[in-house]
């Protein structure tokens, strides 16, 4: 479902040209759940970014559902993105000016679902998410471990094939953690492609596979 060949990123600052991916070959199938892992600068959340199409690989190939995305321009990569790429972040990038339904809402605001239906689609969720009692309540009245929820409400309500997650339990306590960690394993179980960035072997091992990343490039586990 989501393939890199030969895939390279170089970022400039200044006189300084950082290579970010090198080289890259990794496949991801569909219904997967893939941890990455490796030490910091070693290019886990680029990866991250080219995988959602937040942004393309300076050389190589991505493959995205069977189409090779890579050089296409940003209002293509938006349209593809939408609807079909969920994002997870450590921080939670919630509205405080927002209700939680109004937050999660804001996922379908571009969406062609009449008003109703996105009504009913942000309900649903958060009583799947068993977060609904707190749909009237602002993220400051909320712990780490619900604020994270609602995040991933958000991200699951548009119902995309591949959920992306950069760190999210890096902001929580170990028992918030594990509650979102059992979550991520209930979400992929009912089919969703899971990809999660992790500095945690404890969490990396809940995933059916870890990649693990060293200076751009992938040490280990890029094959399916």
């Known amino acids: 479902m989501l393939k890199l060949v030969n895939a ?19 496949e991801i ?27 393309s690989p300076d050389a190589g190939e991505y493959w995205f559902d069977g189409q090779n995305v890579a050089g296409l321009g940003e209002d293509r990569l938006n349209d593809l993105r939408r609807g079909r ?12 000016e927002l209700t939680v339904a ?26 799947k998410l068993g977060i609904s009692h707190r749909a009237k309540h602002h993220p400051s009245q909320l712990s780490g ?11 699951l309500v548009t119902r995309p094939l591949v959920l992306l997650a950069d760190e999210p339990t890096g902001n929580l306590d170990s ?25 945690s072997s404890t969490h990396a091992a809940r995933a059916a596979r870890t990649v693990g990343m060293l200076d751009g490039s992938i040490a280990h586990g890029g094959a399916r």
């Open 29 to 55: 199938g569909a219904g997967e759940y893939v941890a990455v892992m490796g030490p910091s600068g070693c290019g886990k959340s680029t990866l991250l970014t080219i995988l959602g199409m937040l942004d």
């Open 175 to 199: 028992a918030h953690g594990e509650e979102v960690m059992q979550l991520l394993q209930r979400i992929n179980a009912e089919g969703t492609t899971i990809v999660m960035v992790t500095h």
């Open 85 to 96: 790429v969920g994002f997870i972040f450590q921080g939670f990038n919630l509205i405080e």
């Open 102 to 127: 109004e937050n999660v809402a804001l996922a379908l605001e571009y969406s062609d679902l009449p008003a109703a239906e996105r009504r009913n689609r942000v309900t649903q969720m958060l009583e």
């Open 145 to 155: 471990g619900q604020q994270q929820r609602v995040a991933i409400t958000r991200a």
């Open 8 to 26: 390279s990123k170089k970022f400039t600052g200044g006189e300084v040209m950082t290579t970010a991916l090198n080289g890259v070959q990794l």
